[in-house]
C-alpha cells in the first residue's frame, strides 16, 4: 500500500485514490498548501511562487525564514512526483498559459487576477478560505469577501481543509464546500470553524 492510500484509507476505494494521479492543481502563492496536495498523492501540482516577504516566512512553516525577501520556487519532491514551479508573471496571457489544463486553481496571493482567469478556462477555483467557485455557479467578483487574518495555526488548518476539500472533489467522498457557502479558521471557536455565507453583491 503506498502513502497516498495510507492517508486517504477509508474516504475511497483504492481504485480511486490512485486516479488522484491523473488530476493537476494549480496553486498560487501557498508552499504549504502545494506540499499537502503532493504527499496527499495528486498527480501535478503547478506551483507559481512570489516574492516572499518576511511575514509569509512566520506564518508558513514550510518557508524557511532564510527565504525572506527573495523569489520563491520550488524543485520536484522526488523522482516521481510532478510538481513545476514558475515565478508569478506580471503578464495576464503569460499566467493564464501557465494555468490552461488544470483541474483546480487555488489562490492565497493574487486572487482577483487568478479568479478571472478560472472562470475564462472554466476552472473550479478556490481562494484563501475554505469554499469552491465552480464555473457555473456564483462568480468570484459577485461576492463580498471577508478579510482574513492569518497566523501559523489558522493558515495550517486553512490549507489542510483546502486539501481535504480538493480530495473530496476529485474523489466525490462528499461535497465540497460551494460558494456562497464557506468556512473561515477562527481560532477562537471552540472547534476552530465558522460557516459563513458570502454576500452577492446588488
Not at 463580498?144 to 476539500?165: H, N, W
Amino acid at each position: 500500500m503506498n502513502f497516498p492510500q495510507i492517508f486517504w484509507h477509508g474516504m475511497a476505494e483504492e481504485e480511486k485514490i490512485d486516479y488522484l494521479r491523473k488530476f493537476s492543481v494549480a496553486v498560487i502563492g501557498s508552499r504549504m498548501l502545494m506540499e499537502l496536495l503532493w504527499r496527499g498523492g495528486v498527480g501535478c501540482v503547478r506551483y507559481i511562487g512570489d516574492f516572499i516577504t518576511p511575514n509569509d516566512s512566520r506564518i508558513d512553516c514550510t518557508v524557511h525564514p532564510l527565504e525572506a525577501n527573495d523569489y520563491d520556487a520550488v524543485h520536484p519532491m522526488s523522482s516521481d512526483s510532478c510538481v513545476i514551479s514558475y515565478p508569478y508573471p506580471d503578464d495576464y496571457d503569460e499566467l493564464k498559459r501557465q494555468l490552461k489544463g488544470i483541474d483546480v486553481i487555488v489562490a492565497h496571493k493574487h486572487i482577483d487576477v487568478a479568479a478571472r482567469i478560472a472562470e475564462e478556462l472554466g476552472s473550479p477555483f478556490i481562494p484563501n478560505l475554505i469554499t469552491t467557485f465552480l464555473p457555473d455557479g456564483v462568480k468570484f467578483w459577485e461576492v463580498e469577501m471577508p478579510r482574513v487574518k492569518f497566523d501559523p495555526i489558522s493558515y495550517a488548518l486553512t490549507c489542510s481543509l483546502q486539501a481535504g476539500e480538493i480530495l473530496r472533489i476529485f474523489t466525490g467522498y462528499h461535497m465540497p464546500t460551494i460558494a456562497p457557502d464557506a468556512y473561515i479558521v477562527d481560532t477562537r471557536s471552540q472547534y476552530y470553524l465558522k460557516k459563513i455565507r458570502l454576500r452577492v453583491k446588488e
